[in-house]
């Protein structure tokens, strides 16, 4: 007894790309970009010592100062924007590889791989994240790959958690039935029907996950887990730079501020894409 | 209800038992053997077998554990690696502090990301909600430890107001005492106000828009009613969830905050312990850890539970 | 006047442009009488409710026009006061009973909280005077209903609640917004007879919305008709409904199937809802109407034709005409062709349980004991069922019958937990699912749904192509012919093949859906509610096309409804299911002429019928549990013709007054 659905078709054309996308996306792409060339336009050696240039304010030079070092600040700052982006994409990449495939099963096969994947999920996410970061980590030498491992380990459950229930809810769609109702073995049904309407939610899930894989990346490298001296990502430069935060303040804002700003950047990427995949699936007229 | 509270009970306690298995795995399981890791990889081959054995590391994998989890539960911790002093005091004194610091962020955090949440949802689309959500955009992006940084820079280096790091027990004077919790405090409510009052809005706003509160205009209640009867009592609901999981997240904040500001709790006790390798220490912190999570999410289910009628009450009567 | 709408335009913003809900809809509604608005979806008529409580969502815009209510202009009311008129001198129903109350509120007090802010009662007073009114709305135990939570009570139940809720402040109107559309036939004429009760002691006036012509002979004095937002035709309701003076409501008329006149090709009204982002001039119903002059694409204003205001300005001349009913691309008539007499499906002895609560969850505790209680539900408890090749049997229940299941059943979509089935003679039982591709192919399935049944990401195309692809049905090369000849089968146009279904109405989804169904050539199809979502015009057509399939392709279908007109037009047989149980089959002139069970009985008689007096008024109890070890029979507990403990101890006979008609009852009955 529902409601009848509108005889009118949705909204025709496509809508413009939104605001928020846009802009995210120029901000990431610069980020990538600077990140990518990095070797190249940096104007100083990032990791050539000299205690004569040491703490040099902001200035024409140094447009970002030196640091403890003497080491420029801003090239640092570019290079660390390779490992920093590495990492994230790294750990996002291996929580997804292994997180969507479990969290397919769960949600299409039900029973007791459900049952067990889930039960290890809520088992990982007994322990809040940088622990069990620093649980893993504890037990190997650090370097910056290991890192971004862990932190993939860390999410693969919410991962595995998002891509159940995108897949229980498309798996309960009348298109699914219609497929079993055609013999059609599970490999199809889970490859062409489920996944081509799962991965827009997906994808929106992945690339805000890259921000807290960033962060916490980040913040194990602060720790000391992460990435090693003298290479350094952005939340090693913060590190070093924390006992001269009253004398050199500029050597901790600047990745500081980076990192907002490519978060947000993210952030806006992801929002964007959420607000441009989803409504095209659902528009109906309004109804009257 | 009763069924419902025991079969909570039941289920928090297999996860602790599985969490206990997930992290002797990790410890014991891992490349690299812990007493090379202990000694450093230079170590005279003896010696590494004597610390092995002492250790216990020679029995098959799955003794170790019994003998590892059946201690625990007797209370006996062990010994830390590094201070060669027992587990437990230590654990319980880091424990304690920590304790402090969570509880009044917390508070800070739920009542101040409450409250914004509410406030710009009941103003949605006004100035106040634009400035709620890019305030809140802003604050996700900034990790734990820049938020540290910033305030020791603002309050400690600029302004003098604060101390930038330590620890007084009471016993030296509530001021003091004080004086060294706000800088930690104020930076882990800084730090997830963000986080709560996004989650808080959003939810708020879903539940402004369903059918009941429409029909509760459609009554003509005033608005007042409709907000606080309507509305707000079903907004309780997701913000106990939004709160569960922002105690988890708190609860890694300290990590990052307690090394910061040399503030002597269980986070900085774990990285310390990662650190130098103190295999034991880390393994009964994380437990310990766990447990609280447990049973802090334990609590908000119950709370939740308790406020759902449909939970409450059970099945239909007509 | 108690409401008197005055060239009401409303607009809504949207990211495709400005849609006009309403455009110059003028309507009134005198003291004690009851006024439908009755409308399709897109018609508009939602949003007259909206406007005039006061309840228009952000985005939309009254352009211009007046509502006076009592003579007063709300729109030109303060809010304050406007918000004081709400819930006082004027009260919503709303559709969904589900959503509508505060799930964390008490219903007593969500009755009488209105009390409490407009007449300034206490508290206690108000719940007082809420179970007073509960009891006036047929609610036998109030007291406990009133303490009770809103899940804690049937549908039924929370929309007699609601309707107490609207009563309470005695309010001078009354507007339903499509109260009985989420419920049950059954439930729906318990509460039609109760609107009626209460304006018949109270005077209530009403402003009534539906889309279902029968509710509106039942309950309605006056109606008007909405077509893409404006009233194409208003008066008595007797009049319009007798002699409809607008070809829109001639085609809605002749579009409903109706018990008593069977087979008989329903007519349809071609074409879709005009686009209301789009401006259009003249008459909104020009590219659908069979009456269509050169002079309709000039605006047509409300004139008075036939004694009332008709929105066509051919209306006097065709006061006699009939919507003529089109025959499409297969004139001929249909055969009332005997069914081939070796059956296609066989099933016997199907049962389905659910368990609803498994694991940790089915613990419970009894007197300190635990317990290991999963809660379970029977939803087909040893239904046998047969059809023979060419044969439409129509499976009728409502809610919880479990006539969806029973379909699924028997293509094995849902596994049973017991008996057999045959497909063209073999055994497909326990076959593993790899094994059943052949069965497949002969039998397939249509959906209620064409948004969920349809990949978005797909086109036509792709969605038709592949039960050819999948069973090699015709060589690849092939499969692009055969997809357009598919699609003309369903009389859909060949380039539709590249669409996408976001980008086709709800109509055309389910025509696509039976393409498909098509596309294997199957020799069965269970068609599960195929036109329940759709609206009544579009819904014509899609009967007829199956009609149309089924004599060209010689399929059999299991047509699954709760909608006992649809299915009367379209079955040769008839069986009737009340949870989980088959209480009645035959003929389908036996089982709505004679029907035998008394819950086919009161079934019959509670569907709103447009025609002729409603039948004799037979009204069911509230739904009660199982009671006892199920031995009895399913309907014991409702039935109004209770023979006494028998019938809940004892399960009940299977009697068949003819070869053909059988039912399961304690009461004997005369053999036809």
């Given at each position: 007894m529902d409601a009848a659905l509108p005889e009118v078709p949705a909204a025709r054309g496509r809508r413009p790309w939104p605001m928020q996308l846009k802009a995210g996306l120029v901000i990431v792409a610069t980020i990538i970009a600077l990140a990518v060339l990095a070797p190249w336009i940096a104007?100083?050696?990032?990791d050539t010592i000299s205690i004569r240039t040491r703490f040099q304010p902001p200035n024409a030079t140094y447009w970002l100062g030196t640091d403890d070092y003497g080491r420029d600040v801003l090239s640092r700052l570019l290079m660390g924007a390779r490992l920093s982006l590495a990492m994230g994409a790294g750990a996002t990449l291996f929580a997804v590889a292994i997180g969507v495939p479990l969290g397919l099963a769960a949600g299409y096969f039900r029973g007791w791989a459900d049952e067990l994947i889930m039960r290890a999920a809520d088992v990982l996410m007994a322990i809040p994240a940088i622990m069990l970061g620093l649980l893993v980590l504890a037990v190997t030498p650090p370097a910056l790959w290991k890192t971004a491992l862990a932190v993939g380990f860390v999410y693969i459950p919410l991962i595995a958690r998002v891509a159940r229930s995108v897949t229980l809810g498309l798996a309960g769609e009348d298109f699914v039935q219609a497929a079993r109702a055609r013999a059609e073995g599970a490999g199809y049904i889970l490859f062409r029907e489920i996944l081509p309407n799962a991965w827009p939610p997906l994808i929106v899930e992945a690339s805000l996950r890259v921000t807290y894989a960033i962060l916490l990346g980040s913040a194990l490298s602060f720790l000391g887990l992460g990435a090693q001296p003298p290479s350094s990502d952005w939340g090693l430069m913060i590190a070093e730079a924390r006992q001269f935060i009253d004398r050199a303040p500029w050597i901790a804002l600047a990745p500081g501020f980076a990192m907002c700003l490519l978060v947000v950047g993210i952030n806006l990427v992801g929002d964007g894409l959420r607000e441009r995949l989803d409504p095209r699936l659902q528009r109906h007229a309004p109804k009257a | 209800m009763t069924a419902f509270v025991i079969r909570r009970l039941v289920l928090v306690g297999v996860v602790l038992v599985a969490v206990s298995m997930l992290v002797f795995a990790i410890t014991s399981i891992l490349p690299g053997s812990v007493a090379h890791l202990i000694l450093g990889p230079f170590a005279p081959p003896e010696q590494v077998k004597a610390l092995e054995l002492k250790l216990g590391l020679g029995d098959p994998l799955w003794l170790q554990y019994w003998h590892w989890v059946s201690r625990i539960a007797s209370g006996d911790f062990g010994r830390s690696?590094?201070?060669?002093?027992?587990?437990y005091p230590l654990i319980a004194e880091a424990f304690a502090r920590s304790l402090t610091l969570t509880v009044a962020s917390f508070l800070l955090i739920a009542v101040i990301g409450v409250g914004l949440g509410v406030v710009a949802a009941l103003r949605h689309n006004g100035p106040l909600d634009h400035a709620v959500s890019i305030g809140t955009y802003l604050g996700i992006a900034i990790p734990e430890f820049f938020w540290a940084i910033v305030v020791i820079l603002v309050f400690a280096a600029t302004l003098g107001w604060l101390p930038a790091s330590g620890y007084e027990p009471i016993s030296a004077g509530f001021g003091v005492w004080l004086r060294h919790l706000i800088a930690p405090t104020l930076t882990l409510v800084f730090a997830h106000l963000a986080h709560v009052s996004r989650l808080t809005r959003s939810s708020m706003i879903e539940v402004l828009r369903s059918p009941y509160v429409t029909a509760a205009h459609a009554k003509g209640l005033p608005e007042r009613v409709v907000v606080l009867r309507h509305a707000l009592r079903n907004a309780l609901l997701p913000t106990i969830t939004v709160l569960a999981l922002d105690i988890g997240r708190l609860m890694g904040g300290i990590v990052v905050i307690e090394t910061v500001f040399a503030y002597p709790g269980l986070g900085r006790l774990l990285v310390f312990s990662v650190q130098s390798r103190d295999i034991p220490t880390l393994q009964a912190a994380i437990l310990v850890v766990a447990g609280v999570y447990a049973l802090a999410n334990l609590v908000a289910d119950l709370l939740y539970a308790w406020l759902n009628p449909r939970i409450r009450y059970g099945r239909s009567v007509a | 006047m108690t409401l008197a709408i005055e060239g009401l335009t409303v607009r809504y913003r949207t990211p495709g442009g400005d849609v006009a809900a309403l455009s110059d809809v003028s309507l009134s509604v005198a003291r004690g009488r009851t006024l439908a608005v009755v409308g399709e979806s897109g018609s508009g008529k939602s949003t007259i409710a909206l406007a005039v409580m006061g309840l228009l969502p952000a985005e939309a815009q009254v352009a211009a026009g007046r509502i006076l209510f009592k003579g007063d202009d709300v729109l030109a009311l303060d809010p304050e006061r406007r918000r004081r008129l709400r819930g006082s001198g004027m009260a919503l129903v709303f559709q969904d009973p589900f959503t509508v109350l505060n799930p964390s509120l008490r219903v007593g007090a969500q009755i009488g909280e209105g009390l409490v802010h407009h007449r300034g009662l206490t508290r206690e007073a108000a719940l007082a005077r809420a179970v007073e009114l509960l009891a006036e709305v047929g609610i036998t135990d109030a007291g406990a209903v009133a303490g009770a939570y809103p899940h804690e009570l049937s549908g039924g139940m929370r929309q007699r609640a609601l309707i107490a809720g609207a009563l309470a402040s005695e309010p001078a109107l009354m507007i339903l917004d499509?109260?009985?559309?989420?419920?049950d036939v059954t439930i729906e004429a318990q509460i039609l007879d109760l609107l009626q009760d209460l304006k018949a002691r109270r005077g209530l006036t009403t402003l009534f919305i539906t889309h279902n012509l029968g509710v509106v002979h039942r309950i309605a004095d006056d109606v008007a008709v909405l077509y893409a937002g404006q009233v194409a035709e208003q008066g008595p309701a007797r009049e319009v409904l007798t002699r409809p003076a607008h070809p829109y409501s001639k085609g809605l008329l002749a579009a409903i199937p109706r018990l008593g006149a069977r087979r008989d090709r329903l007519a349809s009204i071609p074409g879709r809802l005009p686009d209301l982002r789009e401006s259009m001039p003249g008459c909104r119903f020009q590219p659908r109407c069979p009456f269509a002059v050169e002079a309709c694409a000039a605006p047509q204003p409300l004139a008075l034709a036939l004694g009332r205001p008709v929105r066509c300005h051919r209306a006097e001349e065709l006061a006699d005409a009939a919507w003529p009913v089109i025959a499409e691309e297969r004139p001929g008539t249909r055969s009332r062709s005997m069914a081939d007499?070796?059956?296609?499906v066989e099933a016997a002895g199907l049962a389905k349980t659910f368990t609803l609560s498994r694991g940790l969850s089915a613990l419970t505790w009894e007197s300190w004991r635990p317990r290991y209680r999963p809660a379970r539900v029977?939803?087909?408890?040893?239904v046998a069922l047969a059809l023979c090749a060419r044969e439409v049997v129509g499976l009728v229940g409502e809610s919880g019958s479990g006539k969806s299941t029973l379909g699924r059943l028997i293509l094995r979509l849902q596994e049973p937990d017991a008996g057999r089935v045959r497909i063209a003679g073999e055994d497909v039982t326990s076959l593993p699912q790899s094994a059943l591709a052949d069965m497949r192919r002969r039998a397939q399935i249509v959906f209620q749904n064409a948004d969920s049944s349809l990949n978005p990401r797909k086109t036509v195309g792709e969605i038709i192509g592949r039960p050819l692809r999948r069973f090699a049905v015709v060589p690849p090369r092939e499969i692009g012919r055969r997809v357009h000849e598919l699609l003309d089968l369903v009389r859909l146009p060949a380039h539709y093949a590249e669409r996408y279904p976001h980008q086709m109405s709800g109509g055309e989804k389910q025509r696509v859906g039976i393409a498909r169904a098509l596309a294997t050539r199957p020799r069965f199809i269970v068609c599960d509610e195929p036109v329940s979502a759709l609206d009544v015009s579009v819904q014509a057509a899609v009967v007829n096309l199956l009609a149309d399939l089924k004599d060209d392709l010689g399929v059999a279908y299991l047509f699954i409804s709760h909608d006992i007109s649809v299915v009367a037009h379209l079955a040769d047989r008839i069986a009737v299911m009340y949870r989980g149980k088959i209480v009645e089959e035959g003929r389908a002139d036996e089982i709505t002429e004679r029907p035998r069970h008394p819950y086919t009985e009161a079934l019959l008689s509670a569907v709103p019928t447009i025609d002729h007096a409603p039948r004799q008024r037979l009204r069911l109890g509230l739904e009660q549990p199982r009671s006892g070890n199920g031995a009895g029979c399913v309907f014991a507990g409702r039935c109004h013709r209770r023979l006494g403990d028998i019938c809940e101890r004892k399960a009940p006979p299977v009697r068949q007054p003819s070869a053909t008609h059988s039912y399961a009852c304690h009461i004997e009955c005369r053999p036809e």
């Open positions: 104007p100083h050696p990032w | 690696l590094l201070m060669d002093r027992p587990v | 499509e109260p009985t559309t989420a419920l007499a070796a059956p296609i029977r939803a087909v408890d040893g």
